[in-house]
C-alpha cells in the first residue's frame, strides 16, 4: 500500500506547495496529514492502537466501577431511592450520564496520554523507515510518563475553565463547538510537538501557527466516532512528518 501510496503524494505535494506556497504552515500541515495516513497501518502502529484502546477502555471501566460504587455508597447512606430496584436504577443512570460526560472530555486526555507512554515505539518506526539519515535522542520512560500526566492535566484544566463558556455558546448553536475546537487544537498541537521536538533538538521548533493547525486537524479527527479509535497514531505519525518532512521531501 505505502508502495503505489508514494506516487500519488508526491503529486499531492507539489499541488500543495503550489496553491499555498512551499514552507507554509497550511501546505505542511496537509502534506504531513498525507504522509501519516500509511503510518496508522504500520506493524508497529497497530501494536500501539491495541495497547491504547485496551488501556483507555480499562482506564474508563475503572472509573465508570468507581463511580457506581460511590453513588451506591451516597444512596446507602442518605437512604435516598425508595427501593432497591429503583435505587440501582438511579445508580446505573447516574453513572452512566457522568461517564457520558467523562468520555466527551476524557475519551481524548486518556487516549492521547496512554499512547504518549508509548509513543518512541511508533515515532521510531516512522523515522527508521521515512527518514533513516535522521539521528534521533531517545527521552526515556521517565519524560514519557511527565508528558503524559502535564498532557492530561492541561486538558481536563483547561476544558473545566472553559466549560462555563461551553455552556453560554450553547444558545449560538455552533460556538461551543468552535470554542471546544480553537481550545482543544491548541492542546494537541502542544502535546504532538511536545512527542517529537525533545528527540530533536537540533531542529527548529514548529511554529505556532503550524502546531495549531496540525492539532486541529487531530481535534476534528477526535470528533468522528470510530475514526477517533485512531486518531491517537495518527496524531503521532503527522507530528513526525510534520517536524522532519521539512527537512526530507520525498
Do not use: C
Amino acid at each position: 500500500m505505502r508502495r503505489l501510496y508514494r506516487p500519488a503524494l508526491r503529486h499531492a505535494t507539489t499541488l500543495i506547495d503550489l496553491a499555498t506556497g512551499r514552507g507554509d504552515s497550511r501546505a505542511m500541515v496537509l502534506t504531513a496529514a498525507l504522509r501519516a495516513f500509511p503510518s496508522i497501518f504500520h506493524g508497529a502502529a497497530l501494536r500501539l492502537m491495541g495497547k491504547t484502546i485496551v488501556l483507555t477502555l480499562l482506564l474508563f471501566a475503572l472509573l465508570a466501577a468507581a463511580l457506581w460504587a460511590g453513588f451506591h455508597a451516597l444512596r446507602l447512606y442518605f437512604g435516598w431511592g425508595g427501593g432497591e430496584s429503583w435505587g440501582a436504577y438511579g445508580e446505573a443512570t447516574a453513572t452512566l450520564l457522568v461517564m457520558v460526560a467523562a468520555g466527551w472530555l476524557l475519551f481524548r486526555a486518556t487516549a492521547m496520554a496512554v499512547m504518549g507512554l508509548f509513543a518512541d515505539d511508533i515515532i521510531e518506526a516512522i523515522e527508521q523507515e521515512d527518514y533513516p539519515h535522521v539521528t534521533a535522542r531517545p527521552v526515556g520512560w521517565a519524560r514519557s510518563l511527565r508528558f503524559a500526566l502535564a498532557s492530561v492535566g492541561r486538558t481536563i484544566g483547561w476544558n473545566i475553565v472553559a466549560l462555563p463558556a461551553y455552556v453560554l455558546l450553547l444558545v449560538t448553536g455552533i460556538g461551543t463547538i468552535g470554542l471546544f475546537l480553537a481550545l482543544n487544537a491548541y492542546l494537541l498541537g502542544r502535546d504532538m510537538a511536545d512527542m517529537v521536538e525533545p528527540r530533536h533538538p537540533a531542529l527548529p521548533p514548529l511554529s505556532r501557527s503550524g502546531r495549531w493547525l496540525m492539532g486541529l486537524v487531530s481535534a476534528l479527527l477526535f470528533l468522528v466516532p470510530v475514526a477517533n479509535l485512531l486518531a491517537p497514531i495518527f496524531s503521532a505519525a503527522m507530528a513526525v512528518h510534520m517536524l522532519l518532512g521539512r527537512k526530507t521531501k520525498s
